[in-house]
């Protein structure tokens, strides 16, 4: 009988998600539909809630995104965010050209063709970071949550194997409405 009402949930916990998005993003009507990166800033906001990093930081630093050459993505995420807080932080929305310009950020959103970039980073020399990005094979790349468009909607993947590299715990909830999650070194389930 539980099995059944896990699977019952699922499909409310992606609707709710979908509406939350539509909500935040400000375009909830079918007449006025959202840019992917619109969504995907909406995704990131969400996604934060459902995410427990190994260090929250002090009461009064920022939640801090740091954005890999995405221009419109970044504008998109400070209007979500200028209402927002995340975990009880005020945010920060940063935008970097390069991995040398990556501070103390809590996620990184990588521009889709540029996802190869973080094989250069090393989870042993800092934790708690979540990588997203936008690519065909994301995951393969070393990213925790990757973007896919589907049916022309944004959907997402999870990478247990990498967010455990990084220190990252993520809720049963969130990967109950990924299309797809990679439990170990190449395992999809």
Known sequence: MPHRRQRQFRPRLAGLLLALVALTTGRASVAEPASADAVRAAYLYRFAGYIAWP??????????????????????????????????????????????????????YVAPGRAQVLRELRPE????????????????????INFLILDSNVRFEVSLAAAQRWGLKISADLLGVAVRVQRGQGQLG
């Open 125 to 144: 020399r800092r934790s708690g970071l979540l990588l997203v990005t936008a690519e065909e094979d994301g995951l393969s790349d070393g990213s925790v």
């Open 55 to 108: 260090d929250p930081g002090a009461a009064d630093t920022p939640f801090v995104i740091d954005v890999l050459d995405a221009p419109a993505m970044a504008r998109e995420l400070r209007r979500i965010l200028s209402q927002h807080v995340i975990h009880g932080h005020t945010t920060e929305v940063r935008e970097i050209s390069s991995l040398r310009e990556l501070g103390d950020a809590q996620i990184l």
